[in-house]
C-alpha cells in the first residue's frame, strides 16, 4: 500500500474509490487484481490505525465510540422514542466499519437474496448466485465444512465455538423455548438456534485494510472530498477536495462512504432531490429523488439479567472469568432467529399500508416463508445497555437483545449544510409502523420465553430493571414493552439502504450492476445499495458486494 500526499496539480488515476471502509478497502484490492495494470486511488478522510490496539483487541470494541476514530451520527429526536436521539456508529478510519464493528459473521436466509434479486430484476444478486464471492472472502472455521456454502482460502477467518461456562445451559434454554437447532447460521437456512461467528482471528480484529492487499493501490488518508465531478454529459470525470484540488478518473468513480456519507456525498454534487438542494443552494446535476431515502437500521431492546451463582465466574467482570479464550472475541456463543407469525404480522403491514391496501402474502418480504424477522442472543456481560440502567460489570449480570432483522420503518439522510465536514441529518423514524412494534415486542416476549425456561431459572435470578420498570416477561402487555423501547432500545449500527438499487430512478439511485442511474461512470459500493433489510448483521454481504462490483467493473473494461 503506498499512502501518498496529493500535489497541488491534479492528479490522475484509472479508478478512483472514494471511501476506505469495509467495501472501499476490498473492491481496491480486488480491482487491482484483476486490473493490474490500472492505476487506483482510494481516498479515505480518516487515518490508518491499522495496528492500533483499539482497534486490533476485541474487547476493546466497546471503547472505540470515545474516540475520533468513530463517528456519531446522532439521529434527529425520534418521536417514537420519546424523542431520544439515538446513537449511530461508524468508522472513520482506513477499513471503516470493520475496524470498529463486534465482528460478527452472518449471512441472511437464502430467501432474503433471492426477493433482493426479484426486486431489482437481475438474478445476479440472488443468494445461489452470491455464494461463489461468499466463499471468496472467507477462510470457514470449520474444514469439514461444507465446500459448497463455505470458502476456505479467502482472506477473512470466520471463528465459532469458543466454551464458555454458560454454553450448555444457554444453548438449552434455547431448546427448550421451541428453538430448532442448525449447525450452519451462513448456509442459506437461518431459522433456529445455531452457533455465533465471527471474524476474529486469534483474538485479532481482520479488518479490510489489514486482510485485503492494497500493495498496488494508492492509498490517501486524511483527505474529504467536496463533490464529485460531472461534466455535461453528465459523465463522472473525478473528484473535489475541500482544499481546492482535484483528481481525475480517466476510468470509473465509484463512492463507498457507507449508507450516511454516501447519499451526502452525492446530495453535495448535485445528485439527489431538486427540493434538497435548493433548500442549500447547490445546483443541481441530476435529479434524482430517492437519493437518501429508504433508511433502515436493525433497532434492538437489552435487557439485564441476574447471576445466581456470579461467584462461579459465569461473566465478564468477575475476577473467575478468567480464560484466556474468553478474551478472544465477543462474548456470545448463540444466536436465534425467529419468524413472527403472518396472522399477527399481516394485519398490521396492511394497517401501515392504509385502509384501501391489499397486502400480498407472495409478495411483501416480511411475508415470504422463512423470513427471519428477529435475532435473539444473550451475552455473557451487561452489554449495550443505557448508562443509566445502573447495571454493574462485576460479573454479576449477563444480558439478552431482541433485534428487529425486518424492520418496515423508513427514514431518510438529508443535508444539513452545503459544507462537506458537516455531518449529515439522520432521521431513521424508529419504530413508526405497527408492523415494527409487532414483531419487536414478539422478540421481547421470545427473550421472555427463554428466560422462563427450567434451564435458564437454574442460573438467573431474574431480570434486573430500570428503576420504576416492571420485569418483561412473556405475557408482557404491549403498553409496558413500548414504554421499555421508548427509553431504552439501541441500534446495532446497521444502517443501509440510502441509495437503493432498483429499476428505476424514481424509486432507487443505482442499477443492478451499481451505476448511478442517470450517469455515466459513477457507481456505489456499499451498505447504502441494499435496496430493503437483511436478516443479517451486514458486514458479509458488504464484502460480498465489493466483491461482485469488482468483477462487474473489469468485465466492462476487458
Known amino acids: ?41 482510494l481516498l479515505e478522510r480518516g487515518p490508518n490505525e491499522t495496528e492500533n490496539p483499539l482497534v486490533t483487541n476485541p474487547l476493546a470494541a466497546a471503547q472505540l465510540p470515545d474516540t475520533d476514530l468513530v463517528i456519531n451520527y446522532k439521529t434527529s429526536p425520534q418521536s417514537q422514542l420519546n424523542n431520544r436521539q439515538v446513537t449511530n456508529y461508524a468508522g472513520r478510519l482506513l477499513s471503516g466499519s470493520s475496524a470498529a464493528n463486534y465482528g460478527a459473521w452472518i449471512r441472511a436466509p437464502a430467501t432474503d437474496y433471492d426477493h433482493w434479486a426479484e426486486r ?42 469458543r466454551s464458555y461456562p454458560l454454553r450448555e445451559p444457554v444453548h438449552e434454554a434455547f431448546l427448550q423455548a421451541g428453538f430448532r437447532d442448525i449447525p450452519d447460521l451462513n448456509a442459506g437456512d437461518a431459522l433456529g438456534v445455531a452457533p455465533w461467528t465471527e471474524n476474529w482471528k486469534d483474538g485479532s480484529r481482520q479488518h479490510s485494510n489489514k486482510v485485503f492487499d492494497l500493495s498496488g493501490v494508492t492509498v490517501f488518508t486524511g483527505v474529504v472530498v467536496a463533490r464529485i465531478l460531472v461534466d455535461d454529459d453528465r459523465v463522472a470525470t473525478g473528484v473535489a477536495l475541500t482544499d481546492g484540488r482535484q483528481i481525475q478518473a480517466k476510468r470509473e468513480v465509484i463512492i463507498s462512504c457507507g449508507a450516511h456519507k454516501t447519499p451526502q456525498l452525492l446530495m453535495l454534487s448535485g445528485i439527489g432531490p431538486k427540493e434538497e438542494l435548493e433548500n442549500h443552494g447547490i445546483r443541481q446535476v441530476l435529479e434524482s429523488p430517492a437519493v437518501g431515502k429508504n433508511h433502515f437500521d436493525h433497532l434492538a431492546l437489552h435487557q439485564a439479567w441476574k447471576l445466581k451463582h456470579p461467584e462461579r465466574g459465569l461473566a465478564l467482570g ?22 413472527v407469525p403472518s396472522h399477527v404480522l399481516e394485519p398490521a403491514l396492511m394497517e401501515d399500508a392504509g385502509a384501501q391496501s391489499a397486502i400480498d402474502p407472495k409478495a411483501h418480504p416480511n411475508l415470504v416463508p422463512s423470513c427471519a424477522h428477529l435475532a435473539l442472543l444473550v451475552a455473557y456481560a451487561p452489554l449495550n445497555l443505557s448508562a ?45 409502523t405497527l408492523a415494527d412494534r409487532q414483531m419487536l415486542r414478539a422478540g421481547v416476549r421470545r427473550i421472555g420465553q427463554i428466560m422462563e425456561t427450567a434451564a435458564a431459572r437454574g442460573i438467573f435470578q431474574g431480570e434486573t430493571t430500570p428503576k420504576g420498570m416492571p420485569s418483561l416477561t412473556s405475557s408482557a402487555s404491549d403498553q409496558d414493552i413500548d414504554a421499555r423501547i421508548k427509553d431504552y432500545s439501541e441500534v446495532w449500527h446497521h444502517s443501509a439502504g440510502t441509495a437503493a438499487m432498483g429499476k428505476n430512478i424514481q424509486d432507487s439511485v443505482v442499477d443492478a450492476e451499481l451505476n448511478v442511474h442517470g450517469l455515466k461512470h459513477l457507481r456505489v459500493v456499499d451498505a447504502s445499495v441494499f435496496p430493503e433489510p437483511i436478516s443479517a448483521t451486514p458486514q458479509a454481504t458488504v464484502y460480498a458486494i465489493a466483491e461482485v462490483a469488482a468483477v462487474l467493473i473489469s468485465q466492462g473494461v476487458e
Open 318 to 339: 468477575s475476577p473467575a472469568f478468567s480464560d484466556p479464550a474468553y478474551m478472544l472475541g465477543y462474548p456470545v456463543e448463540w444466536i436465534a432467529t425467529d419468524a
Open 1 to 41: 500500500m503506498a499512502e501518498v500526499s496529493i500535489p497541488a496539480d491534479a492528479m490522475q488515476f484509472d479508478f478512483i474509490v472514494v471511501g476506505g471502509g469495509t467495501a472501499g478497502c476490498c473492491l481496491a484490492s480486488r480491482l487491482h487484481s484483476l486490473l493490474p495494470h490500472s492505476s487506483i486511488a
Open 120 to 161: 431489482v430484476g437481475n438474478p445476479r444478486w440472488a443468494y445461489k448466485e452470491l455464494l461463489p464471492f461468499f466463499r471468496r472472502t472467507e477462510s470457514h472455521y470449520d474444514p469439514t465444512g461444507d465446500a459448497d456454502q463455505h470458502g476456505f482460502h479467502g482472506p477473512i477467518h470466520t471463528t465459532s465455538g
Open 388 to 432: 443509566d440502567y445502573n447495571v454493574p460489570l462485576d460479573g454479576s449480570h449477563v444480558s439478552s437483545g431482541a433485534l428487529l432483522y425486518k424492520p418496515t420503518s423508513r427514514g431518510r439522510i438529508t443535508l444539513s449544510s452545503a459544507e462537506p465536514n458537516a455531518e449529515p441529518v439522520v432521521d431513521p423514524r424508529y419504530y413508526s
